[in-house]
């Protein structure tokens, strides 16, 4: 994203808006009903860790890919799985 300055010089800005962005649960980040777990998120051109909850309420295991769906505080996030598992038996 770009911005002008009233000198009129082009001015780069980073988004630092983790809504939208992927990332994956931590090894010791579980998140489960009750608990706050651990993700990190590519953003910014880099990686960032954030605390999360699931959206629903419900667990979601270590290594598991997300997406951010609304940010609760400066560093915690809610997030749901990005991809569902197989439903069908």
């Not at 809504?19 to 051109?45: F, K, L, Q, Y």
């Not at 699931?54 to 915690?76: L, W």
Request: negative net charge; glycine residues 12%.
């Amino acid at each position: 994203m770009q911005a002008t300055t009233s000198a009129g010089m082009i001015a780069l800005t980073m988004l630092s808006d983790p809504i939208g962005c992927h990332g994956r649960v931590t090894a010791s980040g579980a998140i489960a009903p009750d608990r706050t777990g651990e993700v990190m998120i590519a953003m910014n051109g880099g990686v960032q860790a954030f605390m999360a909850r699931d959206v629903d309420g419900g667990s979601i295991d270590p290594y598991e890919e997300i997406v951010v769906v609304d940010r609760v505080a400066s560093r915690t996030v809610l997030v749901t799985r990005l991809y569902q598992g197989d439903t069908a038996s």
